[in-house]
């Protein structure tokens, strides 16, 4: 399997790299910040050569009561949470205004075999709908607007959604996994621990290096 890893920015490229290990199976490329940046670059990475896998990583807001500070994420799906129309009557999606999709799907045995293998090493892992925003959410109204809207929302990131979508044009499947530096909701930088999310995006790399 040829795997093409995607991340964000360079330390959670560090971090995964050093658990899936010197293995030639995986290569590397940054997304960038935000979803327009995420699409272009997954586009041109991806189109270089034939992949079997894109693997989405780096770290994320948690919804409270769904993934904690810590934990692991597995995304059930990818979903572009704010990508719509806010209407009197509240939020239209784009399927609703019948101009496309918001959501792309991931490879759901693939993300069901890492979901396991994350929980039988010990790890804090579940899996969930993974939203993608154009702007990170920093209050408790977002959150909980956030969270009605998608059922079951376990994190929020900004980039999964523009690299889904480049690769399900190019036809590759997609697997996103997430680690949790911090509740979604009102920010609060000194309660952040992205160490310990990237700690855990190494951790969860070295048990996706023998399910992939």
């Known amino acids: 399997m040829r795997v093409l890893v995607m991340t964000a920015v360079a330390p959670e490229q560090d971090a995964i790299r050093r658990g899936l290990g010197d293995d030639p199976r995986f290569e590397y490329a940054l997304a960038g910040v935000g979803l327009a940046a995420s699409a272009v670059n997954g586009a041109l990475a991806l189109s270089k050569a034939p992949y079997d896998l894109l693997l989405i990583a780096g770290i994320a807001g948690g919804f409270e009561g769904r993934a904690e500070v810590g934990s692991i994420v597995v995304a059930s799906e990818i979903v572009a949470a704010d990508l719509g129309s806010e209407l009197l009557d509240g939020f ?3 399927e609703e205004l019948g101009f496309g999709a918001s959501r792309v799907p991931v490879a759901e045995e693939l993300a069901r075999r890492a979901t396991a293998a994350l929980q039988a090493a010990g790890l804090p892992a579940q899996a969930g709908p993974v939203l993608t925003v154009a702007t990170a959410t920093g209050t408790a109204a977002t959150a909980a607007a956030l969270a009605a809207r998608v059922p079951g929302a376990a994190a929020e990131a900004m980039e999964g959604f523009g690299l889904a979508t480049a690769a399900q044009r190019l036809g590759v499947p997609v697997l996103e996994v997430r680690t949790i530096s911090n509740r979604v909701g009102p920010r609060d930088r000194d309660a952040w621990r992205i160490g ?9 790399g070295s048990v996706l290096a023998e399910v992939l």
């Open 196 to 204: 310990d999310a990237l700690q855990a995006l190494e951790a969860a």
């Open 92 to 94: 239209s999606s784009l």
